[in-house]
């Protein structure tokens, strides 16, 4: 039954991988956020970081699956200045209050999440039922996968209905040697 959405936001490649891998692994739905001006260049990060340190929400587009037809959505994202990408928290702010569950998967160039569950629960006005964090240089060589396969696993036995989400914490590849 695909009863889950994985919905991605990519700047450089790395949450695309990380999304595709986890929808074809579990048979899920997949649909993306897409800016309506595009980051290009040094403007685009300079775009990056003062969307992030200002908290502004950039106009997106969503393409895909109608996200209200599904029990859970994933979001996957990058992070940017410890934040989720500024896309991503403008998507969930216009579109995302009538989920019932969703996780957070965040990809970034020193593996943490660091106020990604945070921002995202004060914006859906819950927690998410797991979250899960990945290295860029782990997606990059592959190592990434097991876990993200373990998470995926976790998520697709999460039943229903559930009257309160259920918390998987979150899972994090063991730092390379």
């Given at each position: 039954?695909?009863?889950?959405?994985?919905i991605?936001?990519?700047?450089?490649?790395?949450?695309?991988?990380?999304?595709?891998?986890?929808a074809?692994?579990?048979?899920?739905?997949?649909?993306?956020?897409?800016?309506?001006?595009?980051?290009?260049?040094?403007?685009?990060?300079?775009?990056?970081?003062?969307?992030?340190?200002?908290?502004?929400l950039?106009?997106?587009?969503?393409?895909?699956?109608?996200?209200?037809?599904?029990?859970?959505?994933?979001?996957?994202?990058?992070?940017?200045?410890?934040?989720?990408?500024?896309?991503?928290?403008?998507?969930?702010?216009?579109?995302?209050?009538?989920?019932?569950?969703?996780?957070?998967?965040?990809?970034?160039?020193?593996?943490?999440?660091?106020?990604?569950?945070?921002?995202?629960?004060?914006?859906?006005?819950?927690?998410?039922?797991?979250?899960?964090?990945?290295h860029?240089?782990?997606?990059?060589?592959?190592?990434?996968?097991?876990?993200?396969?373990?998470?995926?696993?976790?998520?697709?036995?999460?039943?229903?209905?559930?009257?309160?989400?259920?918390?998987?914490?979150?899972?994090?590849?063991?730092?390379?040697?």
């Amino acid at each position: 039954m695909n009863d889950t959405l994985v919905i991605f936001y990519c700047l450089g490649g790395t949450s695309r991988e990380v999304a595709h891998a986890l929808a074809d692994e579990q048979g899920w739905a997949l649909g993306q956020v897409v800016e309506a001006k595009p980051r290009g260049g040094w403007p685009g990060l300079l775009r990056c970081a003062l969307d992030t340190l200002r908290q502004r929400l950039p106009p997106v587009r969503y393409e895909g699956p109608e996200p209200a037809g599904f029990q859970r959505v994933v979001l996957v994202a990058p992070i940017w200045l410890g934040s989720v990408a500024a896309p991503m928290r403008s998507f969930a702010a216009s579109a995302g209050r009538s989920w019932r569950q969703y996780a957070v998967v965040t990809t970034s160039a020193t593996g943490e999440s660091s106020r990604a569950e945070a921002e995202l629960a004060a914006i859906l006005g819950h927690e998410p039922i797991g979250c899960a964090a990945f290295h860029t240089r782990h997606v990059t060589d592959g190592s990434y996968a097991p876990v993200l396969q373990e998470f995926g696993g976790l998520l697709a036995g999460i039943g229903y209905p559930v009257a309160r989400p259920q918390a998987l914490g979150a899972i994090k590849p063991a730092p390379a040697g």
